[in-house]
């Protein structure tokens, strides 16, 4: 499932879109992650070598204690590669402990609730020499256990009493006895089964685990002593299999669905941008919240709490956890607050309820401030931020989803090349925009194409793309920005500098298929006298350049021409063509920078569309 690229001079960082928390214990085995802001120094074995770099789903653990210290041995040590869940069954408000070892053909892990914070150290595997493979790994309140291994150890082995309800997508859904107080045998009408429909459902969107085969069992009777259990194998010959005990078939569906291989994803592409998701559970009356995904509690400074029907938060509590800042200021009587650092900036009048946004009331929302402490009603995460709620009246139980994006990359400092390749492992959609900051400071202007191509094994591709990205790039310093689609927020800036001259920058033509028989020739002319070869051009704030061109193959009188220059998109003019043929003087009206130009046909000239681009060229615009 590897696969090693040559590595010459690269560029490398990490990044998020919020500071996340950071594992404060140190273990004794080699690591293999860097991480900035001083995390890299406490690991043993931190290299700087790019070669040695490595990135690994950040679903196992992004700045916190979850699986990560683990899935990194197993990258290191185990003899397949392996599969981890990102997703676990619930905790029943009890830490997730680990133990794990290293067999001769894969490795073993199990899970457990446990009051107690375990120790990262004891939570990595034991090598295969040290370890008993004859002694079953034993804890108290397990959760389930995972292993990998040839068929032999691993393979899940189904029992001839069990009966077949489903198969699809090279995967079949077994069950046996009695499940969730449902009889499992075979009838005459097998999809009325509720089992079938969860397998249905399960089997929906292809393989539970992407791009294998395998087999779901369910075991059991009653509704708390049932058994899930799976396995799958990707090449036939090492299997993985996982059991689940004492769980509801909601967790066994999300744990299933969740795994995802212990592989170095900038082996499948440059950069890396996929979400990392966070869920906090909180309880009225509990003054600790759990952060499940992270594995750690945090005490509140408040309690939450029920006041006429309506469940009350600890607002600083909540900003801080996802990501955001709050500050009190006296003198208005007012709290400003975020998320993801000073993202989506809100004021929250004390006295009055009044929220605002840029100056712009907003809403107005009832909140209590006791002991210091400001409680906001559930609704002002969810309408404010965004955030994804979810209250169970019945257990009082608050379960709040955030989800941050976490990023890597591994690319080259410099290039001799117009057009800089760049391929990027993400969300599909895509979910950003990708442009060079040389166009627009900000990266709201979008010029980039992309190729979409399927994701490593076990990602599955209905989610997720490896996308090969194309980026205009211009003389001297340049800045690819990658930012999210939906809220325009930069994820990411990676700098780039281009040793290119300006002959290398080419008149950039639309390929559209109007323009198929369209021949064209092209000359920028500065008023320096200066003639300039190609698709680019300079001139300072008062000169000009002179565009020249002839088109044959259309039967246009007149061409639209506009420009784009930071944030701004300016009115498009019209130039007049006779016989082919135009000429017009462009002069910056916008000061310094760089001016992105675009040739249009002239209006109602083609069929379907009001304007479609030509050609695109550049100026630059110097003091």
Known sequence: MMRKKSVKRWLQATVATAILIAVTQAYSETSVLAEPNGYA?????????????????????YYNYFMRPMAEQLYLHSTVTAFLPTRLPDSAWQYYGYKSRLTSD??????????????????????????????VLQAPNVLF????????SAKLQIPSTASLLLNKDGWDYYAEGEASGQTLQASSNPQANPLYQMFSSLAKSGAPVAGSKGTVLITGQGTSNVTYAASWTVDGSTFYSFVLTGAVQSDFTSMLTSFRPVINLLDYASVILLPVDKQLNLQIGRDQMFMPYENRFIRLDHKPVVYNGSVFLPLRDIVHVIGGEIQYVSNEGAVYLSQNGWHNELKLNLKTGEVDRSGKKIATLPIRVEAGTTLVPLRFMTEQFGLPI??????????????H???????LQTSDQADYPVSVLSVGGPSFT??????????????????????????????????????????????????????????????????????????????IPYYDGLKTELKLQSSD??????????????GYVTIQGKLNGLSFDSLRLSYHVDKVDSKTVTVPLKDGAFSYRFKPEKG???????LYNPPNSLPKTDMAAIVTFVIVVKN
Do not use: C
Request: proline fraction near 7%; avoid cysteine.
């Open 405 to 411: 994006w976490a990023g890597n990359y591994r690319l």
């Open 145 to 152: 256990r995972l292993k990998a291994g040839q068929a032999g």
């Open 106 to 135: 894969g490795y073993e892990i199990l899970g457990y609730r446990t009051p107690e914070l375990q120790a990262v150290k004891d939570t990595l595997p034991v090598s295969a020499a040290q370890a008993d493979s004859a002694k």
């Open 41 to 61: 120094e406490t690991i043993q074995g931190y290299t700087e070598n790019p070669e040695d770099h490595v990135t690994l789903e950040p679903g196992f653990g």
């Open 434 to 511: 990708y442009s060079n900051s040389r166009y627009s400071r900000d990266g709201s202007w979008n010029g980039w194409s992309y190729v979409q191509h399927k994701p490593p094994v076990g990602y599955n591709s209905l989610k997720y793309n490896v996308a090969d990205i194309s980026i205009a790039l211009l003389p001297g310093d340049n800045e690819l920005v990658l930012q999210d689609l939906q809220t325009k927020q930069v994820i990411m800036n990676v700098p780039i500098k281009a040793d290119l001259s300006p002959n290398q920058i080419p008149f950039r033509y639309s390929g």
């Open 592 to 598: 310094p920078g760089t001016y992105y130009i675009t």
């Open 529 to 542: 006298g200066i003639a300039w070869p190609a698709g680019y051009a300079e001139t300072n704030e008062s």
């Open 390 to 403: 979810d209250y169970n009246a019945a257990l009082k139980q608050i379960t709040v989803h955030d989800r």
